[in-house]
Nanobody, 122 residues
Framework: QVQLVESGGGLVQAGGSLRLSCAAS????????MGWFRQAPGKEREIVAA????????YYADSVKGRFTISRDSTKKTVYLQMNTLKPDDSAVYYC???????????????WGQGTQVTVSS
């Protein structure tokens, strides 16, 4: 089993920045891909960004390209999401995810964090 604990959400004004962190523990050697999803009220959960645990490849949703950056610190077993130039449309619960496969190709995510709220005011 792998446990994921997120932190860093909060309330910020439009144009501001936040950094989310996701610390992994447990059988982390089994992880191939990690990333972030978000879900706004009344909307489906969507992938925001993903990274291979080796750090060799990243993915971004079109809506966040150029504004968000995903990174990982393998020694701390932590993945980060730096969010800049935030917009009200970015408001959502952000979930950390990990999988034994790529987040882009897996049929079902293996592990989820508990979620952290991000609210961007206009």
């Amino acid at each position: 089993q792998v446990q994921l604990v997120e932190s860093g959400g909060g309330l910020v004004q439009a144009g501001g920045s936040l950094r989310l962190s996701c610390a992994a523990s447990g059988r982390t050697f089994s992880i191939y891909g990690m990333g972030w999803f978000r879900q706004a009220p009344g909307k489906e959960r969507e992938i925001v960004a993903a990274i291979s645990w080796s750090g060799g490849s990243t993915y971004y949703a079109d809506s966040v390209k150029g504004r968000f950056t995903i990174s990982r610190d393998s020694t701390k077993k932590t993945v980060y999401l730096q969010m800049n130039t935030l917009k009200p449309d970015d408001s959502a619960v952000y979930y950390c995810a990990a999988d034994r496969d790529s987040l882009l190709t897996t049929t079902r995510i293996d592990y989820w964090g508990q979620g952290t709220q991000v609210t961007v005011s206009s």
